[in-house]
């Protein structure tokens, strides 16, 4: 019998080096999707918003799936990288609030919007390419290593073309992906009627440092001699670039019009953060300041500011504290008082409910009680069928339909990223800014204004908002004030009966 060799003991404590070979391949392929998600939720807590951060989100994400894959060498990569990648980034994000970020609720509308608009388009942008590169990196180590799966018998083969198949698929989608967020935004020049572009006009998209912030602006006119028109959008949060152009097209004849995204919404959404900064305060400072750059500018021509809804509480304010800066106040679809206005409309849902035998949204409402609420879900009961069932009426003869904001959203003046966050950009700001309005209230806080006011009014306009705002314009002392009746129209009679509107901006102008 030969002698036999003593192999040694391994000291206590020792790994085999097979055993070892495999945490420290697990380790990487979880660490590096995690620190993705530490600096995504760190750099990009609300998702990746400008076209740079989406490609760059979509790069790295892809690049990150490369060097996981091939370190695991495993197909289960695909599961435990993405978990990896989603658990950091909501860790790194806790000190974000918001909608968009917070609890997931996708059992009400506005949760879905908050859940797809925030979580939805991140994950499409970093957990989609992120599990393309795991998927490459695992086959290219496997091929390498010699260790490539032998698929044996028709199923294994379908399996194998099946995988490959997938795996294209997803490297196509996610290119054209990419190709759409690289589209710039844009505003069609102004042209003559000769097809060359019209002498004297402007037609840009820029931004401008307000307050510390850079919020967007679109400026058109035929001619910058003109007059000038600064519209505020409503909402809070609201965005309304597309409208203004799509439907309004014909005043840029006659002013030279410029529209503010408002920070936190529509192209200004990259500005929100620090959320807790956000004020009301600081959104009549935003139209003050911008309307000081545009008087150095264009020379200070008259100026006439419109605000509608949320942006006429905006545009009274800002014409209370510095009149000598514009010609006339316009107040479309005019708030008041935001507090008493939601009062009124609950009170008025929870009679419809009743009357139509809505038991379910009787319970809901009288569950929650009169607002003001803490949570903006609570909101959503009324405003789901204020215009449809509480107080309907016919879109049909109008520019803008029963869709209003929600059909100006894909227009060439936005990003594809921009498209996708405008709705959660609503939720995002109106969660921290009406919050701030439940103490405003004009027939007491603005009895006075030192120019000229002109509201223009939807005849189905809701009776929440038509009350207090003809209270408040009869007791209001200005120079001159007029209110025009929109016979068609509701809430947006701007954009459903641009015609009419420009026709009452036109005298309005003729008569400064």
Same mark, same amino acid.
């Given at each position: 019998?030969?002698?036999?060799?003593?192999?040694?003991?391994?000291?206590?404590?020792?790994?085999?080096?097979?055993?070892?070979?495999?945490?420290?391949?697990?380790?990487?392929?979880?660490?590096?999707?995690?620190?993705?998600?530490?600096?995504?939720?760190?750099?990009?807590?609300?998702?990746?918003?400008?076209?740079?951060?989406?490609?760059?989100?979509?790069?790295?994400?892809?690049?990150?799936?490369?060097?996981?894959?091939?370190?695991?060498?495993?197909?289960?990569?695909?599961?435990?990288?993405?978990?990896?990648?989603?658990?950091?980034?909501?860790?790194?994000?806790?000190?974000?609030?918001?909608?968009?970020?917070?609890?997931?609720?996708?059992?009400?509308?506005?949760?879905?919007?908050?859940?797809?608009?925030?979580?939805?388009?991140?994950?499409?942008?970093?957990?989609?390419?992120?599990?393309?590169?795991? !998927?490459?990196?695992?086959?290219? !180590?496997?091929?390498?290593?010699?260790?490539?799966?032998?698929?044996?018998?028709?199923?294994?083969?379908?399996?194998?073309?099946?995988?490959?198949?997938?795996?294209?698929?997803?490297?196509?989608?996610?290119?054209?992906?990419?190709?759409?967020?690289?589209?710039?935004?844009?505003?069609?020049?102004?042209?003559?009627?000769?097809?060359?572009?019209?002498?004297g006009s402007i037609a840009e998209l820029t931004t401008v440092h307000l307050d510390g912030k850079d919020l967007a602006v679109m400026t058109r006119g035929h001619?910058?001699?003109?007059?000038?028109?600064?519209?505020?959008?409503?909402?809070?949060?609201?965005?309304?670039?597309?409208?203004?152009?799509?439907?309004?097209?014909?005043?840029?004849?006659?002013?030279?019009?410029?529209?503010?995204?408002?920070?936190?919404?529509?192209?200004?959404?990259?500005?929100?953060?620090?959320?807790?900064?956000?004020?009301?305060?600081?959104?009549?400072?935003?139209?003050?300041?911008?309307?000081?750059?545009?008087?150095?500018?264009?020379?200070?021509?008259?100026?006439?500011?419109?605000?509608?809804?949320?942006?006429?509480?905006?545009?009274?304010?800002?014409?209370?504290?510095?009149?000598?800066?514009?010609?006339?106040?316009?107040?479309?679809?005019?708030?008041?008082?935001?507090?008493?206005?939601?009062?009124?409309?609950?009170?008025?849902?929870?009679?419809w409910a009743r009357a139509a035998g809505r038991q379910e949204v009787v319970e809901h409402l009288s569950a929650i009680g009169y607002p003001p609420y803490h949570r903006?879900?609570?909101?959503?009961?009324?405003?789901?069928?204020?215009?449809?069932?509480?107080?309907?009426?016919?879109?049909?003869?109008?520019?803008?339909?029963?869709?209003?904001?929600?059909?100006?959203?894909?227009?060439?003046?936005?990003?594809?990223?921009?498209?996708?966050?405008?709705?959660?950009?609503?939720?995002?700001?109106?969660?921290?800014?009406?919050?701030?309005?439940?103490?405003?209230?004009?027939?007491?806080?603005?009895?006075?204004?030192?120019?000229?006011?002109?509201?223009?009014?939807?005849?189905?306009?809701?009776?929440?908002?038509?009350?207090?705002?003809?209270?408040?314009?009869?007791?209001?002392?200005?120079?001159?004030?007029?209110?025009?009746?929109?016979?068609?129209?509701?809430?947006?009679?701007?954009?459903?009966?641009?015609?009419?509107?420009?026709?009452?901006? !036109?005298?309005?102008?003729?008569?400064?």
């Open positions: 019998m030969p002698p036999t060799t003593a192999l040694a003991a391994p000291p206590p404590g020792a790994i085999p080096a097979r055993t070892a070979r495999i945490p420290l391949r697990v380790v990487i392929a979880v660490a590096l999707p995690a620190l993705f998600g530490v600096l995504s939720g760190l750099i990009t807590p609300r998702g990746p918003i400008t076209t740079g951060e989406g490609l760059a989100t979509m790069a790295l994400a892809l690049v990150t799936g490369l060097l996981a894959g091939s370190a695991a060498r495993n197909r289960w990569a695909l599961l435990f990288a993405p978990l990896a990648f989603v658990i950091a980034l909501e860790l790194a994000r806790l000190p974000v609030t918001g909608p968009t970020v917070d609890a997931i609720r996708v059992s009400t509308q506005f949760g879905f919007i908050a859940f797809a608009t925030g979580r939805g388009v991140h994950g499409l942008l970093a957990i989609a390419p992120l599990m393309l590169g795991v !998927a490459l990196g695992a086959a290219y !180590a496997k091929r390498r290593s010699g260790s490539t799966p032998q698929y044996r018998g028709l199923a294994g083969r379908i399996w194998a073309y099946f995988r490959r198949t997938m795996t294209v698929v997803l490297a196509i989608l996610l290119a054209a992906l990419a190709v759409g967020i690289a589209r710039p935004a844009s505003t069609d020049p102004i042209i003559d009627a000769n097809g060359a572009l019209k002498s001619d910058t001699d003109n007059p000038l028109l600064l519209y505020i959008a409503g909402g809070p949060g609201g965005s309304e670039l597309g409208a203004m152009r799509r439907h309004l097209a014909t005043l840029e004849e006659d002013f030279t019009v410029v529209t503010l995204d408002q920070r936190g919404t529509g192209k200004s959404y990259s500005a929100l953060d620090p959320a807790s900064t956000l004020t009301f305060d600081g959104a009549v400072r935003d139209v003050i300041e911008l309307t000081e750059l545009l008087h150095e500018r264009f020379g200070a021509p008259p100026t006439y500011l419109v605000g509608q809804s949320y942006g006429s509480l905006v545009g009274v304010r800002a014409a209370q504290q510095r009149p000598d800066l514009f010609a006339a106040y316009i107040g479309v679809g005019q708030m008041v008082s935001p507090a008493e206005t939601d009062q009124i409309i609950y009170e008025d849902t929870l009679s903006i879900s609570d909101y959503e009961t009324a405003t789901t069928y204020e215009t449809s069932d509480v107080y309907p009426y016919d879109h049909s003869p109008n520019s803008e339909g029963a869709g209003q904001f929600s059909e100006n959203i894909f227009v060439s003046e936005y990003t594809l990223l921009e498209q996708l966050h405008i709705l959660g950009a609503v939720l995002d700001v109106f969660s921290i800014i009406y919050p701030q309005l439940q103490e405003v209230d004009f027939r007491t806080d603005a009895p006075t204004l030192d120019i000229p006011v002109y509201l223009m009014q939807g005849r189905f306009e809701a009776r929440g908002r038509t009350e207090p705002a003809h209270e408040w314009f009869d007791l209001l002392n200005a120079p001159h004030k007029e209110m025009v009746l929109f016979d068609t129209s509701g809430h947006r009679p701007l954009f459903e009966q641009p015609g009419v509107f420009r026709e009452a901006l !036109a005298r309005i102008a003729a008569e400064s």
